[in-house]
């Protein structure tokens, strides 16, 4: 089959979050399979772009309403050793920033991306089988293809959205609906949410097939969907949940070319503990206690405002001994509060603000515990990453994260908590740390999540049979 996956992220190229993660290792595992993968994203000002060949596959000029702009679509040279074709976008003026997002005009930057996409699309010889559509910025697209006049050639191509993340939707006022190449007037509602164009909702609307992932939270967004509930869980016909997987050509601590040492289930023990020292003297920590991370954007739903309470209470608690050590970004009213704890709790407790991903990675082996106490994680990577390190995960029973951490209680291998609250994570990580103290119990735990089975393969054979489904 040949597929075209359209997204604002692809890891290595550009990274924010898990959906870099999932675009650029998904697409590789179908090729494994037999199919042809195409990944088209934009194209950031960044180090990877800097460094990287381009050849020039396609250029033509198209209107964002009445401004006209120019275009380039670049493939990178060869078939790469990414493992599918990429294709970057190059709108000068509007895609060719450093970051991906967070710009005042990224309505304007991602209606143009989707609108490329679409020429580009329209006139390549090949078609592809399947449009595969990730997130709200390319939520547009299922609706293009279905109404907009132009691109009437393409409406017979099966669609797929798979969302991410449905709390961010890309919602945009009437006064930018010219943005939007002409349509048939038939089609106008499905732009609609609320008296808005939301491009989530559109999407929602108009795939062939909506995927989330993780089983999970496709039934938690039947409930709670930042107002698109009865949306979802009117077109439950068309959905289904794919659990993520995690790509071991990266996330593998036997040949993580970025951690201090490497090891196997057989040697983890020493591997995890020269991480470990690493870390505490980088970060003036006890090697004797057990080690906590955090890993994220510190944001509402990973549960980051709760975190600075629940590290105090932790570190000021005489009868349980840790070490917790922070990486992440974002509110800063949270990264105040997490900075402010460093000095009374030094020698036990540090954060590094900002994105760093080769520290994650040490974190993630170095670790004896991570911490989620999210409030909404649609699949989560970090705690398929901390079993595959053999990090146990404390994690809140939400979405993805009641999809894959069986709690110790329940003859699983990490600990779980109901409520996203500072007595439930507190009460987790004494749990923890009274399991630390069982040093044979921990082997044991650490020795049976490495060897839990988290790649890709057996998604893209679920997505390879809904693919197979829309063809035939
Ligand atoms: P989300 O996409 O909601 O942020 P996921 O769990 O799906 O959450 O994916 C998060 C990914 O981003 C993981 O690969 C994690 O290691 C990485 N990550 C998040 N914050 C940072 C950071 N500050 N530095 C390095 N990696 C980070």
């Not at 898990?18 to 650029?24: E, I, P, Y």
């Not at 794919?242 to 601590?253: M, S």
């Amino acid at each position: 089959m040949r597929i075209l996956h359209i997204s604002a992220e692809c890891y290595p190229v550009a990274k924010v979050g898990g959906l870099a993660d999932v675009v650029g290792a998904l697409p590789k595992y179908q090729s494994k399979k037999g199919n042809d993968i195409d990944v088209v994203m934009p194209f950031y000002d960044n180090p990877y772009t800097k460094k990287s060949h381009f050849e020039g596959v396609h250029n033509a000029t198209f209107n964002l309403g009445d401004v006209e702009f120019a275009f380039e679509v670049l493939k990178l040279n060869g078939h790469s050793n990414l493992g599918y074709n990429l294709f970057i976008v190059k709108i000068p003026g509007l895609l060719d920033r450093e970051n991906v997002y967070s710009y005042d005009d990224d309505t304007e930057r991602f209606t143009a991306f989707q609108i490329v996409v679409m020429d580009w699309v329209l006139q390549l010889q090949k078609k592809p089988e399947i449009i595969h559509c990730h997130d709200h910025h390319t939520g547009l697209v299922p609706f293009m293809m279905s109404h907009c006049n132009k691109y009437r050639t393409l409406k017979k191509i099966p669609s797929i959205l798979t969302i991410h993340n449905a709390q961010y939707q890309g919602w945009f006022g009437y006064n930018k609906l010219h943005y939007i190449p002409d349509f048939d007037a038939s089609g106008a509602g499905l732009l609609d949410w609320n008296e808005q164009i939301n491009p989530l909702a559109t999407a929602i609307k108009c795939a062939w097939k909506v995927t989330t992932v993780s089983p999970g939270y496709m039934e938690e967004l039947k409930l709670k969907a930042n107002d698109l509930e009865s949306l979802i869980d009117h077109e439950s016909p068309k959905e289904s949940g794919i659990l993520n997987g995690i790509d071991p050509d990266f996330w593998n601590p036997g040949k993580d070319n970025m951690i201090i040492e490497n090891y196997s289930t057989k040697t983890h023990v020493s591997g995890k503990a020269a991480n470990k020292e690493w870390l505490c003297n980088k970060y003036n920590l006890d090697i004797e206690k057990p080690l906590f991370i955090f890993i994220g954007r510190l944001v509402w739903e990973k549960g980051a405002d709760l975190l600075p309470d629940v590290f105090y209470h932790s570190l000021i608690n005489d009868d349980i001994k840790l070490n917790i050590l922070v990486l992440g970004s974002g509110s800063s009213d949270v990264e105040q509060r997490l900075k402010d704890l460093v000095s009374p709790f030094r020698g036990s407790y540090n954060v590094h603000i900002g994105y760093e991903e080769k520290l994650s990675h040490i974190m993630y082996a170095g670790a004896d515990f991570l911490l989620m106490p999210s409030r909404i994680e649609p699949c989560g990577l970090n705690q398929m990453y901390a079993l595959k390190y053999g990090t146990v995960p404390v994690v809140r029973r939400t979405g993805g994260l009641k999809d894959t951490v069986i709690d110790i209680g329940d003859n699983g291998f990490g600990i779980c908590h109901e409520q996203a609250s500072v007595g439930d994570v507190c009460h987790a990580i004494t749990r923890a740390v009274m399991l630390y103290k069982d040093q044979e119990e921990i082997k044991k735990i650490k020795d049976k999540i490495m060897q839990i089975d988290h790649s890709w393969d057996n998604s893209a054979k679920q997505y390879n049979q809904l693919y197979e489904s829309l063809i035939n």
